[in-house]
């Protein structure tokens, strides 16, 4: 998530592209909207007349800004005290806390992710967790920033969450220690000439650090690596810039992204080679990790290394956020602002992962842990989220998973993989997948078995 100037105020996916909210186009209103205007200001001074007690003003004009926004989609808001500065908190960086990434859903505060790295993560919060309780206390119907702003605290302090999990019969508590939450959009390691590149939010600079961290990986391997892993599970997006910027990395020539709106300012198209020339890695062979965390600017990345066949996509089907969001800033002391939708991205071939996502070419389940089968059953995506924009071709999402067969490479049991080390079940099966090829080109699949796949372990967990 970052700022960018006026002059470019819709390049972010999942973010904030901010830019000031115009005089003219405050003042102006439809002549066609008057009744419906006038209705509301009828309501407005009967509340001021006759309700009970007496009612501020700017609470009434952040209400009806509230309402307004709330009736269009999932990701348009109103932003203003805590909501605007939690997110210019987590454009800096760093903050003290727990780690997670979390929604309001009918009231209840429902992870998205923890962090990775994250005391929350550590502690063993899992993403679609419901987190009923602080300390004992019930926040069922708690607004999403007081909830929040009770989770974070001074780095070292402790706090206990009470969590209902699917697949868990009773509510768990753990005691997660706060600590200074240092966002860190790259890490990377080397595993058996196999690059791992995981990107965790698409903040500022990251196509830059994909690149630096490619290059180091491959001097530690001695100019040769066994292949690539973009790892983009649990990614929730952020600048569309630069989604283009780390997909053009490992892409030649061609599109990699465009997206269009209502009106004609709103559409743009991305191709590669502007940003980098040619492949960083000349060819050599790519997986890029998914699953239903992975959100729009990650699925842009995804989307655009399948279109081109430039990467094998593994793991899970991604959330199916198909929408481009712009902040506008209602006042020049940038107290208040508005996250409003304003157009909807399309990969290469044309397709919106609006709804649908990106379908993986391998599907590889997480059963690394007691609860992942359970937990992927009943994971929430863009489709189930209320008022969520309707995918324009008509996507019948219950397609998508029309195939519940048991896959026989994956009936390994959490106590099998982790007697056999396996920590990360969907990583371990890359690089395997990876190793078996030798270096040769993976060959292009288009949601078919597996390739060059690894033989099933007697025995390995997250």
Known sequence: MK??????????????????????GLAAVDARAGPQFGQLLEVYQLIKAEYVEPVDDQKLIDGAIDGMLASLDPHSSYLHGSSLTRIETMIDGSYQGLGLSVIEDDGAVKVVSPMRG?????????????????????????????????????????????????????????????????????????????????????????????????????????????????????????????????SDLF????????????????NAYFRAEKIYPGDAAKGVPMICLIDAGSASASEIVAGALQDSHRAVIMGERSFGKGSVQSVIYLDAAHTSAIKLTTARYYTPSGHSVQEGGIKPDIAVPQISDPDSRRRAELSYRESDLRRHLVNEAGLDDSKLETDTRDDPRFRQTPEQLTAAGIKDFQLWYAVQTLRRTGGAPLPAVRSAGPVAAPRAVPSRAP
Not at 251 to 266: A, C, K, M, W
């Open 3 to 24: 700022f960018v100037s006026v002059l470019r105020p819709l390049l972010l996916v999942g973010a904030a592209a901010l830019l000031p909210a115009t005089t003219a």
């Open 118 to 246: 994250s005391p929350a993560e550590k502690a063993g919060v899992k993403a679609g967790d419901y987190i009923t309780h602080l300390d004992g206390k019930l926040i069922y119907g708690d607004d999403l920033d007081v909830a929040v702003a009770k989770m974070r605290g001074e780095a070292g302090t402790s706090i206990r969450l009470t969590l209902v999990r699917a697949g868990r019969t009773a509510p768990l508590d753990v005691t997660v220690t706060r600590g200074l939450i240092t966002l860190e959009p790259v890490t990377s390691k080397l595993d058996s000439g196999v690059a791992i590149i995981s990107v965790n939010e698409f903040d500022h600079n990251v196509g830059a650090q994909v690149n630096t961290a490619y290059q180091n990986l491959k001097r530690q391997a001695g100019g040769k690596l066994t292949g690539v892993i973009l790892d983009l599970r649990s990614n929730p997006g952020g600048s569309l810039d630069e989604a283009v910027a780390l």
């Open 251 to 266: 892409i030649s020539s061609g599109d990699i992204v465009s997206q269009r709106g209502r009106i004609t300012r709103e």
